[in-house]
C-alpha cells in the first residue's frame, strides 16, 4: 500500500506541486484577494526568518500588520528582520526567541506573550524533517517535537487569547507528503522498525490535518486551515532532502509561490468565507486523503491522537 500511496502521490506532485502546476493554479486566482490593508491586526509566524515563513512575514508587514517573528536562532532572526523591515518600511515587526520543540518554552512562551501583546492570526509555519532518530532534551524524537507537539501547545495556549479578537485565523503550514501516511497512533514517536525521516515528517504532517479539523470543529469562533505549499526552493529542502532537490531543481516553485495560499488564509477575506478546518493547496480547498490509498482513521483514533498530545503536553506545563 505504501509504494501505492508513494507512486499516486509523486505523479500528482509532479503535475501540482511543481512552479507548473502553480502557474496553471494560479490562472484562477482573484488578484484582488490580496489587496488588503492589515494596520491594526497582529501576526505570529512561527520560523519565520527563512523560506516560507520570512516572505510571509515580509507580505504581512507590507500590508501594514503588526509580525512576531518566532524563531529559535537570535542572530538568523535579526538579519530577517531587517530585510523585512527594510523592504516593507513598516517598524512593527518584533523578535521572539523560541525553540518550537521544546515543550517547557513553548508553554512559557505563550503565557508571556499573551500577557503583552494581542494575536488576530497564528501561522505555524516551523517544521524540520530530521533523518536520524534524535531525542531532544525532554526525551522526546525532534520531528514530533517540533512538528506536532511544539505546534499543538502554541496553538492551545493561544485559543483563549484568540476567541478575544474579531476575525481571528490559525494556519499551519502542513505538507502533501502527508498524503502518504494513515494517522499512527501505536507509535508516535517512531520507537518501532526502521527509522525514516521523511515519513516521520509526513507522519507529523498528517497529524497537524487532522488536529486543524478537530480545533475546527471545537472552536467555531476561530477559522483554522491546514495548507500545503508545493514544492518550494527553501533551505529545508535543500538541506533535509539533497537528491530530492537535485533532481528536482528546474520544476522547484520559488518562495514567494510556496507562500502565497499561507498569505491568502491569513489575510484575504475570501479565505475567511470557506468553512474552517480545510486543507488548502493553491488557495483552493482539496482532499485530505488519495484515492483508494485506505489512508482515513476512525474518529476514535483521532480523538486518541488529541487525548495523547493533551497528556503528554501537560506534564510540560509550567
Ligand atoms: N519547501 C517546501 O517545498 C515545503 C513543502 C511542504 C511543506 N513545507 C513546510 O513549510 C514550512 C516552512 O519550511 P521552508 O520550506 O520554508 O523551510 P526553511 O526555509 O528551512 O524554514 C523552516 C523554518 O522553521 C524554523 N524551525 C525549524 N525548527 C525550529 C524549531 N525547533 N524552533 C523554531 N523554529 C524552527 C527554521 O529555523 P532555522 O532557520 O533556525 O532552522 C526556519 O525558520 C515547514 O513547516 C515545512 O515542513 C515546505
Not at 476567541?163 to 514517536?189: A, Y
Request: hydrophobic share 40%.
Amino acid at each position: 500500500m505504501s509504494m501505492y500511496r508513494n507512486a499516486v502521490w509523486f505523479v500528482k506532485g509532479l503535475q501540482e506541486y511543481t512552479k507548473g502546476g502553480y502557474e496553471a493554479a494560479a490562472k484562477h486566482f482573484s488578484p484582488g484577494d490580496l489587496e488588503v490593508n492589515l494596520n491594526g491586526r497582529s501576526f505570529m509566524v512561527t520560523g519565520a526568518n527563512s523560506g516560507i515563513g520570512k516572505t510571509t512575514a515580509l507580505e504581512i508587514a507590507k500590508r501594514g500588520g503588526t509580525v512576531h517573528m518566532v524563531c529559535r536562532n537570535k542572530g538568523r532572526a535579526e538579519e530577517a528582520k531587517e530585510h523585512i523591515v527594510d523592504q516593507s518600511k513598516n517598524r512593527d515587526v518584533h523578535i521572539h526567541i523560541l525553540d518550537m520543540s521544546s515543550a517547557q518554552q513553548v508553554w512559557e512562551f505563550a503565557q508571556n506573550f499573551q500577557q503583552n501583546h494581542t494575536l488576530h492570526v497564528l501561522i505555524n509555519n516551523a517544521g524540520c524533517m530530521v533523518n536520524k532518530r534524535e531525542l531532544n532534551e525532554e526525551g522526546m524524537e525532534k520531528n514530533f517535537a517540533t512538528n506536532t507537539l511544539g505546534t499543538y501547545i502554541l496553538t492551545t495556549a493561544l485559543i483563549p487569547e484568540l476567541k478575544k479578537v474579531e476575525n481571528p485565523r490559525v494556519i499551519t503550514v502542513s505538507s502533501g507528503g502527508m498524503l502518504v501516511q494513515k494517522l499512527n497512533m501505536d507509535d508516535l514517536q517512531f520507537e518501532k522498525g526502521t527509522f525514516d525521516g521523511t515519513m516521520a515528517y509526513a507522519q507529523n504532517k498528517r497529524q497537524q490535518v487532522i488536529l486543524t479539523e478537530r480545533w475546527a470543529s471545537q472552536h467555531k469562533e476561530i477559522h483554522f486551515s491546514s495548507m500545503h505549499p508545493g514544492w518550494a526552493d527553501t533551505p529545508a529542502v535543500q538541506s533535509s532532502m539533497p537528491d530530492f532537490h537535485a533532481k528536482m531543481k528546474d520544476k522547484l516553485r520559488t518562495v514567494a509561490m510556496g507562500a502565497d495560499t499561507v498569505v491568502w488564509l491569513a489575510v484575504s477575506a475570501a479565505a475567511a468565507k470557506q468553512p474552517s478546518g480545510l486543507f488548502f493547496q493553491d488557495r483552493k480547498a482539496v482532499a485530505t486523503h488519495l484515492p483508494l490509498a485506505f489512508s482515513r482513521s476512525s474518529p476514535q483514533e483521532e480523538e486518541k491522537l488529541q487525548a495523547t498530545l493533551d497528556q503528554l503536553a501537560s506534564k510540560f506545563k509550567p
